[in-house]
């Protein structure tokens, strides 16, 4: 496995369900992204983690609940989502935001909530 | 509120022309720039990161910086079919890559 790599692709939940997005590097990246990218909207970033530790929540509500257990691994925790949710979740990661390197996306995961 | 500004497109060249992508930004100490490339459907990939005035070429592509003027470009050489996807500008500001502002991005379209 190379890059970074999302799970699920693609992911239908009703609103009162809770379900987890996995987003795992193989780049030996420090640092790690979610971001929320809409129709014809830019991309938003939601959570940033730098070596394990939560550095950045862009005001996203509590349905969405990071976890970072270790800098290869990130995980974005749903429960009792709204419709307006719907959108392709991002994963990315780069090696140390300070020195402003590039970020390297995953796939994405596309959730619809019903 | 920072922002990165793009011209949403469609951008329609001709196969082989230059197809010139512009972005604008808010932030004055906005530090490096990146362009991606967007497939439908697809993921982010990095086409070309720029962080000091002037140009940076790398193949068929270059960047162009103005900081005076805030604003980044992208100039794609002989444009193929294969290069009609969105390109997003993404920028990092004074607060470093902590706080990437990506634009809306420009959609462009290369006509066989």
């Known amino acids: 496995e190379t890059g970074v790599t999302q799970t699920p692709r693609h992911l239908v939940m009703g609103m009162t369900n809770k379900k987890s997005l996995k987003c795992e590097q193989h780049?030996?990246?420090?640092?790690m992204y979610w971001y929320k990218q809409s129709a014809k909207k830019p991309l938003e970033l939601m959570f940033v983690?730098?070596?394990?530790?939560?550095?950045e929540n862009n005001s996203v509500p509590s349905r969405f609940s990071p976890e970072c257990p270790n800098s290869s691994h990130l995980f974005l925790h749903l429960h009792t989502l709204q419709p307006e949710d719907s959108a392709l979740y991002l994963c990315?990661?780069?090696?140390?935001?300070?020195?402003?390197?590039?970020?390297?996306f995953g796939d994405g995961t596309r959730l619809s909530i019903l | 509120q920072k922002e990165v500004e793009q011209n949403s497109g469609p951008l329609s060249v001709p196969e082989g022309a230059i197809a010139s992508l512009n972005c604008t930004y808010s932030?004055?100490?906005?530090?490096?720039f990146f362009w991606y490339r967007q497939y439908s459907g697809k993921s982010p990939e990095l086409i070309m990161f720029?962080?000091?005035?002037g140009d940076k070429e790398d193949g068929r592509f270059t960047a162009q910086l103005n900081k005076a003027s805030q604003y980044v470009s992208l100039l794609i050489r002989d444009s193929q079919p294969s290069d009609s996807a969105t390109y997003l500008c993404?920028?990092?500001?004074?607060?470093?890559?902590?706080?990437?502002?990506f634009g809306a991005g420009t959609r462009l379209f290369v006509k066989a």
């Open positions: 780049l030996g990246h420090n640092a």
């Open positions: 932030d004055r100490g906005s530090q490096s």
């Open positions: 990315a990661s780069s090696q140390d935001p300070q020195t402003n390197q590039p970020q390297h």
């Open positions: 983690y730098n070596f394990k530790e939560q550095t």
């Open positions: 720029i962080y000091s005035n």
């Open positions: 993404a920028v990092n500001p004074s607060g470093g890559g902590f706080k990437t502002i």
